[in-house]
């Protein structure tokens, strides 16, 4: 869940982490019903934005993917969000809630946000890479991702859409380098398989050493 890594920001930004947040996201990954009524309260006693990212989450893992964006990008908007860093996390995960939702054009609204505030954000071109793969737009699907990688952010979902971007493209040999790259990091990726396979079928073989880990 996203609120893990949100928990360092937001103590980082307030220079201290509210003991109740903590126990919010806690009772949250524990029991989903009783944390998320809890975050409902805390947010009805006039709990800020910490409240409110605890009931967002909660929202979010209850399956209600479009109510969280909603709040995340509300919560970024507050004058107690925190920094910049801070909203443009929160404007991201607004856009990764957006994506689940499956609305990609209001992901990317969101995370236009986020670039807005931390325009050098290779993180952010992660989930740039996602939203403009559902959009089926592979040329920005590589160009997102060759951001990411260059600020040393990668991912083995990553590699495999730029990967699948790079095959749609004709690229087919730089396309099985990405293939490689995936496996790399995660050898059962089902996603670079089936890419492995498409690109067997157009010639290019990719060695399976290439992509096991070694064996002991």
Not at 4 to 28: F, H, K, Q
Not at 131 to 146: G, M, P, S, T
């Amino acid at each position: 869940m996203w609120f893990i890594s949100m928990i360092a920001a937001l103590a980082a930004a307030s220079g201290t982490l509210n003991p109740r947040y903590a126990d919010c996201v806690e009772l949250v990954k524990a029991d989903l019903e009783l944390g998320r009524i809890a975050a409902q309260q805390w947010v009805s006693e006039g709990g800020g934005a910490e409240a409110r990212h605890c009931l967002a989450t909660a929202d979010l893992a209850a399956g209600f993917p479009k109510l969280a964006a909603l709040r995340f990008e509300e919560i970024a908007e507050r004058d107690d969000a925190g920094d910049d860093y801070v909203r443009a996390r929160l404007f991201d995960q607004a856009a990764q809630s957006w994506l689940l939702a499956e609305e990609p054009a209001l992901a990317e609204s969101a995370l236009d946000k986020a670039l807005a505030l931390v325009p050098d954000s290779g993180e952010l071109y992660l989930t740039a890479a996602h939203i403009y793969a559902a959009q089926e737009r592979w040329l920005d699907v590589v160009n997102a991702v060759d951001t990411a990688q260059a600020a040393e952010f990668v991912s083995a979902d990553t590699f495999v859409l730029r990967g699948r971007g790079l095959y749609t493209l004709a690229s087919y040999e730089t396309a099985a380098e990405d293939v490689v790259n995936a496996l790399t990091l995660d050898p059962t990726n089902i996603d670079a398989l089936v890419l492995r396979g498409d690109l067997a079928r157009v010639g290019i073989n990719i060695s399976v050493s290439l992509a096991e880990p070694d064996e002991e």
